[in-house]
């Protein structure tokens, strides 16, 4: 068999087996969701049991946005973001996360933002190397977003030295 332009030199073809799903393939019955944390302060979406595809996350009024690929060692990218609630391109870095190996996707955005209505929408979501993931709406990250603009911490006034008081 001769070989195909472009091959490496002695490559060979392998058969898949039969009745074999590929890696990350799965049957049409198996639909992923978002899920609550026991923390009541993150939400993953996902396959239950396994790793999640997205996960969100707040501490203080800011959202952390986690896409569950993997991520070369200090690289950097655009997590785009395309629903029907509109775009948001989120700066992500490669983070090492404590208790896994290797580094995934993370960035963060304020809860206030106007563009984190789509996290709350179904959307597509696209980063260079982790291909495109289509994630459906849900009460769980709708209600953690909500939560989370609650909780941002509340502008302090500046304080007023005594020299800028009007007598």
Known sequence: ????????DG???????EGEALPGVRDGDSQASWAAGSDGLSVRYGHP????????SCREGVLTVTRHAAAPVGAQALFALVGSDGIMRLPVDATSVPGQRGYIWQGTISAEDSRTKVLAGSYNG?????????????????DLVMKCRRSAPAATPEPVAPAQIAE
Not at 1 to 8: T, V
Not at 49 to 56: A, D, K, M, N, R
């Open 11 to 17: 490559a060979v073809r392998m058969a898949m087996p």
């Open 126 to 142: 696209t980063l260079p190397g982790a291909g495109m993931i289509k994630v459906a709406a849900g009460a769980p990250v709708r």
């Open 1 to 8: 068999m001769p070989a195909r332009e472009g091959a490496p």
């Open 49 to 56: 049991g396994e790793t999640p595809l997205v996960s969100v």
